[in-house]
């Protein structure tokens, strides 16, 4: 006497099996190799596994992935044929599969050494409690391969979209940057839909305000029959000439330019008006600049950011001892500016901190030695990358008998702070201060060189190497004991 154990009952927490109708009269009628045939059939793969999860039997409905390849899992654990990400999910087929019902499809993944993975849809039942696990299961490389192409179509849907709108972006970013007006005009009612700034401060009103005008209400009415007539030859032509015509309400004169283009199921019609006038007008203005530049009084360089010599004018060059300005251009600043080029970086940090320079005091180096006392103001031209500096000439001082001018006072001293380094100003300093000693021991020993050396710390040749050198007294009489 055989007895069958009841099937085991599921845990609350697991799936419940998928209820499939039976058919109870074949089943009387197959035996074993028909019933076998027929689940082969019916499935791209049909696996029998038995109690320890080993794959006894093996068949393929179909040639992929190839009878060869569901051969070889005979003998083989039924986990050890999936990716190990599948290894959870036949665990759970064998687990769940009972007598009375199916278990409900899962995807396993088989590796395939020829290519992609093998996706595999798989419905356990077990006929007997504690038999083997017959499992059917649905190739689904052909499901795989239409997602992976639906996946890559709507990636390249989206590139696509990308391009567009970065496209559009850049259209409309120029749109609004040129400084030329344009006008999107409907192609059939003339109806104004877009304006750029340009336009807007052409016509002196807000963008909104010119949306849903005819774009003829903006020119005069002697103008309004040729613009009429530009439409009309735009439809019939796909084409027209550029006309001249006047804008309404004293705007001044225009050149209308008209082109025909199709977007959004709507034709349209982008105008564009030129105005020469204002050109011409800033050209001719720029020209006036240019000659009363040239002709000021005082000095006036335009330098790059590296501030090589662009221009110059005539005064600058009478500074700088230059006959024509070709000498000048492409030439450094630096080589006429400042006592040293200390001086000129000073100047130069100031303006590149602050953006522009005024009243710097400093000198003018001539071509063949000259040294003209001047005031720089200068200034850097933001986002046109040059420079300007303005020179104006000081008054003439007489020359010093020691050669260079010494401060008599602290404030002249720092007012050389800026002008000349601090090494040439300390000993330019230090030569005053012994010249003024030396001349002081002299008048208190009524000009007694070996009392007066005496006094100061010198020996008497010491004392007369000093004197020499800032040319003090007379060094041509007899030697005083």
């Not at 070709?326 to 600043?333: D, K, S, T, W």
């Not at 970086?345 to 953006?355: N, P």
């Not at 030569?431 to 007694?448: H, Q, V």
């Amino acid at each position: 006497m055989v007895t069958v154990s009841a099937p085991a009952r599921p845990a609350p927490h697991a799936p419940q099996p998928v209820p499939v109708a039976a058919l109870p009269l074949p089943a009387g009628l197959l035996d074993g190799e028909a019933a076998g045939l027929i689940v082969a059939a019916g499935s791209d793969l049909s696996l029998v596994v038995d109690a320890d999860g080993v794959i006894r039997e093996a068949a393929s409905g179909g040639e992929d992935p190839g009878p060869g390849t569901v051969a070889a899992w005979r003998g083989r654990p039924f986990s050890d044929t999936v990716t190990v990400e599948s290894r959870p999910k036949v665990e759970a087929l064998l687990r769940e599969a009972r007598a009375d019902a199916v278990t409900r499809w899962r995807q396993v993944n088989h590796p395939s050494p020829e290519g992609p993975d093998l996706p595999v849809r798989y419905a356990a039942l077990r006929p007997k409690a504690g038999g083997p696990v017959i499992l059917v299961g649905r190739n689904l490389r052909a499901v795989a391969a239409l997602q992976h192409r639906l996946a890559e179509a709507q990636q390249a849907l989206e590139r696509d979209y990308d391009r567009q709108r970065a496209a559009e972006t850049r259209y409309r970013l120029l749109f609004q940057l040129t400084g030329e007006p344009v006008l999107v005009v409907d192609a059939g009612t003339r109806r104004i839909a877009e304006v750029n700034p340009a336009a807007a401060r052409l016509f002196g009103r807000q963008p909104k305000r010119l949306a849903g005008l005819d774009a003829v209400d903006l020119f005069e009415a002697g103008s309004a029959r040729a613009v009429e007539t530009l439409f009309a030859t735009l439809r019939v032509a796909g084409e027209a000439a550029d006309i001249p015509a006047r804008l309404a309400h004293g705007r001044g004169a225009t050149t209308v330019s008209a082109s025909l283009f199709r977007g959004e199921s709507a034709t349209s019609v982008l105008l564009r008006l030129a105005v020469p006038a204002e050109g011409e007008a800033a050209q001719g203005l720029a020209a006036h600049a240019a000659e009363v530049l040239r002709a000021m009084p005082e000095g006036f360089v335009v330098t790059d950011a590296g501030r090589r010599v662009l221009a110059a004018n005539t005064a600058f060059l009478e500074l700088s001892q230059l006959a024509t300005e070709e000498q000048a251009r492409g030439q450094p600043l630096d080589a006429w500016l400042g006592h040293d080029e200390t001086e000129a970086q000073a100047l130069f940090a100031t303006l590149r901190d602050h953006g522009s320079v005024r009243r710097f005091s400093t000198v003018l180096r001539g071509q063949y030695g000259s040294v003209e006392d001047v005031e720089v103001a200068a200034v850097a031209v933001p986002g046109q990358g040059c420079l300007g500096f303005s020179f104006r000439a000081g008054p003439r001082r007489a020359a010093s008998p020691v050669g260079t001018a010494l401060p008599r006072s602290v404030e002249q001293m720092t007012e050389l702070v800026g002008r000349v380094s601090m090494k040439t100003l300390v000993r330019e300093t230090t030569d005053l201060i012994e010249k003024l000693c030396i001349e002081a021991a002299l008048r208190i020993t009524r000009d007694n060189r070996a009392s007066a050396a005496e006094m100061l710390g010198l020996s008497r040749q010491g004392l007369y190497a000093k004197m020499r050198r800032y040319g003090i007294g007379d060094l041509d009489g007899p030697d005083e004991a």
